[in-house]
């Protein structure tokens, strides 16, 4: 085998390459979540479109053509993360323990130090291989997610129905629906909400709040856009206007069947009188009313997020994957083992 490493270059690569690509991802998709359909080429095309705020540095291992390994690093320019990059190794299930995966942290690393980042958060579903891999590059577990799924079918549609209208003093509180751009009076709501999503537990991740400018908000509408996105947000306001909570869904143009929802938040002082449930509730009555085609939700929580667990496993939620959060500070690295 011929190792060589290098960046994959979005819109200069062959056409045999990008299928290669696609064979690799398609594989290595199969085995973390054999239920989703296998990427198409569009989706992939649309996943490689430059993203402003998270911009991507996608790096392959090949041997001749063939892609072997990729590392993808994505590069955040809020303000306070800019010396931060979050990364995912994935090496081919049939090329595993060959040292690929070890190359990849290096290439990896060389490339972070060129963007002047110092800290990387690592990234892959949590296996005794990926423990074993991360423990081997020195660094150590910092938090857990689950993912989880949930058949629309299979959800209790009077359950649904009884979530509606919150719990307590909800009176007057308005809930606004949207597809694509956020109407622009309530823009600073979503701001509001963004910045509070900050506390969602991050555990032993050392990660700055990220803030978002209604300029980067918007940046991302459209960015989603591009991807072939529908992007579905649900706010809830007070009666005197303010934000109280969002829940929002991305549906893929190719891949609508097996959707997944964002962030759910609601306002610590609104919290306890059931909004929560009464955005996912409307969220599902919206789906099912109009985009049939929606057949599952996936979503991400930290195991530490109990309320939100809490509220997923009653609609019908259940875990199919767990996530490892690993951290990397660059210079604290064990580069002789590596
Ligand atoms: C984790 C992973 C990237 C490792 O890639 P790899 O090329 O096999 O790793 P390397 O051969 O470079 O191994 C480097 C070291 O990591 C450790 N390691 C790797 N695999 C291991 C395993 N299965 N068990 C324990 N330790 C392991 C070892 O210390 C190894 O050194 P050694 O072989 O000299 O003992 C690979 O197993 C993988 O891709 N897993 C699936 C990950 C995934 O996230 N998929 C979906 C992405 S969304």
Request: aromatic share 6%; hydrophobic share 40%; with cysteine.
């Amino acid at each position: 085998m011929t190792l060589q490493i290098r960046r994959f270059l979005e819109d200069n690569e062959s056409s045999e390459l990008f299928a290669d690509l696609l064979r690799f991802v398609r594989a290595t998709d199969f085995e973390v979540d054999p239920e989703h359909p296998p990427k198409t080429a569009g989706r992939l095309r649309s996943d490689l479109i430059d993203d402003p705020i998270f911009s991507r540095r996608l790096l392959v291992a090949l041997d001749s053509n063939t892609v072997l390994g990729t590392s993808t690093m994505f590069l955040n320019h809020l303000k306070a993360n800019r010396d931060k990059g979050e990364v995912i190794i994935t090496v081919h299930p049939q090329a595993r323990r060959e040292g690929i995966g070890r190359a990849l942290i290096q290439a990896t690393i060389a490339e972070a130090k060129q963007d002047e980042r110092s800290s990387l958060l690592l990234i892959n579903p949590l296996s005794e291989a990926t423990k074993g891999f991360w423990a081997s590059a020195g660094c150590k577990l910092r938090q857990v997610e689950k993912e989880s799924r949930c058949h629309l079918d299979a959800v209790d549609a009077n359950l649904m129905a009884s979530w509606i209208g919150g719990h307590g003093p909800t009176v007057g509180y308005q809930l606004i629906r949207s597809i694509g751009a956020c109407p622009e009076e309530f823009l600073p709501h979503l701001i509001a909400l963004r910045d509070a999503s900050i506390d969602a537990p991050l555990d032993d991740i050392e990660w700055e709040p990220d803030q978002w400018s209604g300029a980067q908000i918007r940046q991302n509408e459209a960015l989603n856009i591009r991807r072939g996105f529908e992007h579905r947000r649900i706010l809830i306001v007070d009666p005197d206007g303010n934000p109280v909570g969002l829940t929002e869904v991305f549906i893929h143009e190719d891949d609508p069947a097996i959707s997944s929802q964002g962030w759910t938040i609601v306002l610590s002082n609104h919290r306890g009188k059931k909004v929560g449930r009464w955005l996912k509730a409307d969220m599902y009555h919206w789906l099912r009313a109009d985009r049939p085609d929606v057949l599952v939700l996936d979503t991400e929580n930290a195991e530490s997020n109990g309320p939100m667990l809490d509220i997923n496993n009653d609609m019908g939620f259940s875990p199919f994957l767990t996530w490892g959060l690993w951290q990397m500070e660059i210079a604290g690295l064990k580069t002789r083992a590596m």
